[in-house]
Structures are given as structure tokens and as C-alpha cells.
């Protein structure tokens, strides 16, 4: 058996981050995280481009650029849409979901869902917290890791 196991090569990756400004009191915190876990993992300050979009539901196209740009190796989409009542939270949960796995398979690139969908502010404030307990942090572990993963599965 040829096992490929989770693990991050150490190798120049260059990640780009969408991050929605709605709710930025929450995704800042993301940002923080997904910026935190790629410093640890040896990913140089100028190998990270970080672009704001006005929400979630903005995520998916600027994905597509990005992958579109040929200039990145993962992208990492974050943002926080909290229910709080509203039928908007199911179009654009919804709609940010969808697109951006649309956006991985078309360009077959990884791209990575950070987007919390909570029902309430306290919810989403648990899973933007630190370290482990830090959605934004798991994210770009998971591109790191989906990299190595695809730098294998391809013979890079
Ligand atoms: N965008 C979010 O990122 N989170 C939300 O909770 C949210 N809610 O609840 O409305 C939200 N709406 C904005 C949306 O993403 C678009 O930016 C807007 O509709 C313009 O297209």
C-alpha cells in the first residue's frame, strides 16, 4: 500500500486569503490565526497576500481570481456569516459554500473554507479563538497540508 499521510512539506508556498469584512470584529480574529499558523509553519510574511471583500458572499469570486492569477499555491477564504434571525444567512452561506468549491475543483487548486456559520455572535467568537481553538488557525494548516498532499499525488 502506498499510504500519503496528512504532513507540510517545508517548500516556498505562496497562499493568498479572502477575508470578509462583514462581521470583521470576528474575521480579523481568522486572519490572525491563518496568519499565526503560517508563520509557525515557516511561510515567509511576502508569500502572503491578504485581500478584503465586502462579505462572505463576495468569497467566491475573489477566489476565482486568485486562482486565476496562476500566482498561488492555496487560497484560504475566510469569513463569518451568523444566522441572527435572517433568511440571508441560507443565500449567502449558501452561496459562499458552493462557489468556492466550485472555484477548487475548476482550477483544481486548494481552496480552503473558513467561513464560520453560527447561529449567534458567541458561537462564531468560540471558533475564532486562540490557537487550536481557532478556525482560521486549522485553515491554513489544512492548505499546507492539501499542498504536500497534491505536490505528491502530481510527482512535483
Ligand atoms: N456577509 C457576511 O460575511 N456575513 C453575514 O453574516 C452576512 N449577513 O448576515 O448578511 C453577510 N452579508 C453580506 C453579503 O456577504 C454581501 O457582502 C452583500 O450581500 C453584498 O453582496
Known sequence: ????????????????????EFNRFIVQQLVDG???????????????TLA???GAFELPLAADAM???GKYDA????????????????????ECSRGLARVGLEYKMPVIFGVLTTD???????????GAGNKGFD??????QMIALLDRIRDK
Open 34 to 48: 491563518a496568519l499565526d499558523a503560517l508563520g509557525r509553519n515557516g511561510v515567509p510574511e511576502t508569500g502572503i
Open 52 to 54: 478584503w471583500v465586502p
Open 120 to 130: 449567534n455572535i458567541d458561537q462564531a467568537l468560540e471558533r475564532a479563538g486562540s
Open 1 to 20: 500500500m502506498n499510504e500519503l499521510p496528512l504532513e507540510i512539506t517545508a517548500r516556498d508556498c505562496k497562499i493568498a486569503i479572502a477575508a470578509g
Open 67 to 69: 486562482c486565476a492569477s
Open 139 to 144: 485553515t491554513a494548516v489544512a492548505a499546507l
Open 75 to 94: 487560497v484560504i477564504a475566510l469569513g463569518a456569516v451568523i444566522r441572527g434571525g435572517t433568511p440571508h444567512f441560507d443565500y449567502v452561506a449558501g
